[in-house]
């Protein structure tokens, strides 16, 4: 596929979007749309990664990113292998590094991680980079800290739905993104909050405040420990209300969160229904904004909870779906920028 990349890629693995500048999303969408728009159907495959080994090393559940990322590096022609850990050596008290390096022994230059302490992707990097390995590492979600190719996902679907035939960066400029719920057990959030006030949008953050603690109003204020500084020059303005009402009124666009019950250790709720009366989605609450507003879930969804079930359905309101199939070509966009720097000399 001749492509010449926007701007230049100097990533050598995507472990958190804190990291991007415009011109890093402006390339991933790019070419995210590129693939989006290849014909289906038989010509599916395209040669780029042939003879190229991704593995996907998940040590948390997953139904939709793992089985994303392994069909993305399949119609770029890649190998993939998945490691599952029940069935795996771990069990046999070997260490993540050393399956990470069996796997590369193998030959896989792009290792897609998921684990469920914050951290262990970028751990896993830096050791590997020590190690001279010459392998790109990808974020599948760490814990509550990062979970890059969602956040640019849900990025790439709200810029296709402001703008269609354009979905750059530009397309987000102004709009206002409400992210209502569990912000606080969500690296989906944090990613979405990096990626959004990038590109422009103002962000306004909803929820009770066990879930979404008033810190949060300053998360984009500074970059994270260890990052030298923020290679965005302008971020887009961040808010945080209570009232979902008051969120939703002049909202472009609301995605909402799922409500991570196996991270609650602490009873932070007194119930899913008085949780769903006061922050869950439906057709009625969203009557106080504009009818074309979207609705955005990274998934897997409480139905009843987050949103009804009528919601959740709604094809026309509802962009669950939708966020399922672009993350396809995100992925692909990912997979193939990085497996193209590691052979770039
Ligand atoms: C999310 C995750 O695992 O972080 N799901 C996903 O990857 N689509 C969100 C969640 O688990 O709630």
Same mark, same amino acid.
């Given at each position: ?113 998921? !684990? ?46 402001? =703008? ?20 606080? !057990? ?80 602490? !009873? ?33 969804? =409480? ?22 199939? =672009? ?19």
């Amino acid at each position: 596929m001749p492509w010449q990349p926007l701007s230049d890629w100097t990533h050598r693995h995507v472990l958190d979007l804190a990291a991007f500048s415009l011109d890093d999303y402006a390339t991933v969408l790019e070419l995210a749309q590129r693939f989006r728009s290849l014909p289906s159907g038989g010509a599916r495959r395209l040669p780029a990664l042939q003879g190229r080994l991704m593995t996907t090393l998940f040590f948390e559940p997953s139904t939709r990113t793992r089985s994303s990322f392994e069909l993305a590096a399949k119609r770029l022609s890649a190998d993939v292998l998945s490691f599952a850990p029940s069935a795996s050596s771990l069990s046999k008290g070997e260490s993540l590094l050393d399956t990470a390096r069996t796997y590369v022994a193998m030959g896989a230059e792009l290792l897609v991680v998921r !684990h469920r302490c914050a951290g262990v992707p970028a751990g896993l990097a830096a050791a590997l980079d020590r190690a001279g390995e010459r392998v790109a590492v990808l974020n599948a979600g760490d814990g509550l800290h990062s979970h890059p190719s969602q956040g640019l996902l849900d990025l790439f679907t709200l810029a296709r739905h402001f =703008n269609p035939v354009a979905p750059t960066p530009a397309a987000l400029r102004g709009r206002r993104i409400v992210i209502v719920g569990d912000v606080l !057990h969500s690296r989906v959030a944090r990613s979405n909050l990096w990626a959004l006030t990038a590109c422009g949008a103002e962000v306004v953050l909803c929820g009770p405040p066990t879930l979404l603690p008033a810190a949060f109003a300053a998360f984009v204020a500074a970059p994270p420990p260890g990052q030298a500084r923020d290679p965005v020059a302008a971020r887009g303005p961040l808010r945080l209300v209570r009232s979902l009402e008051e969120a939703l009124a002049g909202a472009d666009a609301v995605m909402t969160l799922r409500l991570q019950k196996e991270r609650m250790h602490q !009873h932070l709720l007194s119930g899913l229904e008085s949780y769903h009366r006061l922050y869950g989605l439906s057709h009625e609450r969203l009557r106080s904004c504009a009818e074309a507003v979207p609705v955005l879930h990274p998934g897997p969804v =409480n139905r009843g909870v987050e949103m009804t079930g009528d919601l959740l359905d709604d094809a026309d309101r509802c962009l669950v779906q939708e966020q399922v199939l =672009n993350g396809i070509p995100v992925r692909m966009a990912l997979l193939y920028l990085l497996a193209s720097g590691l052979t770039a000399v």
